[in-house]
Antibody, heavy 121, light 110 residues
Framework: QVQLQESGPGLVKPSQTLSLTCTVS??????????WNWIRQPAGKGLEWIGR???????DYNPSLKSRVTISIDTSKNQFSLNLRSVTATDAAVFYC?????????????WGQGTLVTVSS | QTVVTQEPSFSVSPGGTITLTCGLS?????????PGWYQQTPGQPPRTLIY???SRSSGVPDRFSGSILGNKAALTITGAQADDESDYHC??????????FGTGTKVTVL
């Protein structure tokens, strides 16, 4: 059973960089079985896909966030990470990491519990 | 910027049937968008219901079904139950490794 757990600061100052890590258990992050995604949800709103990374090094980003986002992978720790630069209040959200089954487009079958990030000085 | 549209809210009586839809601000949804549907209750992460238009995720009861209706993806709940009261999110694959989630539908069972 694949499990994911987000971690990182719950409070980030405006203009600074939001950094989160997702720790994966139950499967090797380099197995090739999954794409590893970041998705966020502002309070009371819908989900927004941020981007994903594959063990081969392929990375795909939401075009509207691409200029500010970096997703990376650390196979030695079975983790992947999100950096979102120059944050503003509109970036405040619950951030989820999710595993997307590589063999089935759009099947996000494993989710972390989510971590709330507030943007405030 | 592509917008994926869903009904903001929907009400259904227990035992009733509802069909939620997922459309594009410009163009038609087809199977090529691999539409998926996710159910979410407050404070919880989304749960996978449907992927690839009409494939049910493991453990999802068969009263949830996905399809293409006209120019939209659709999620039909047959025989609604109280615990179906949730937010429902659709997601479309836009190609090039990019996904867009819909605006979400709040379903009330009363």
């Amino acid at each position: 059973q694949v499990q994911l757990q987000e971690s990182g600061p719950g409070l980030v100052k405006p203009s600074q960089t939001l950094s989160l890590t997702c720790t994966v258990s139950g499967v090797s992050i380099s197995s090739g079985s999954y794409f590893w995604n970041w998705i966020r949800q502002p309070a009371g709103k819908g989900l927004e896909w941020i981007g994903r990374i594959y063990s081969s090094g392929r990375i795909d980003y939401n075009p509207s966030l691409k200029s500010r986002v970096t997703i990376s992978i650390d196979t030695s720790k079975n983790q992947f990470s999100l950096n979102l630069r120059s944050v503003t209040a509109t970036d405040a959200a619950v951030f989820y990491c999710a595993g997307e089954v590589a063999a089935f487009t759009g099947l996000f079958d494993s989710w972390g519990q989510g971590t709330l990030v507030t943007v405030s000085s | 910027q592509t917008v994926v549209t869903q009904e903001p809210s929907f009400s259904v009586s227990p035992g009733g049937t509802i069909t939620l839809t997922c459309g594009l601000s410009s163009g038609s949804v087809s199977t090529a968008y691999y539409p998926g549907w996710y159910q979410q209750t407050p404070g919880q992460p989304p749960r996978t219901l449907i992927y690839n238009t009409n494939s049910r995720s493991s453990g999802v009861p068969d009263r949830f079904s996905g399809s293409i209706l006209g120019n939209k993806a659709a999620l039909t709940i047959t025989g609604a139950q109280a615990d179906d009261e949730s937010d429902y999110h659709c997601v479309l694959y836009m190609g090039g490794g990019v996904y867009v989630f819909g605006t979400g539908t709040k379903v009330t069972v009363l």
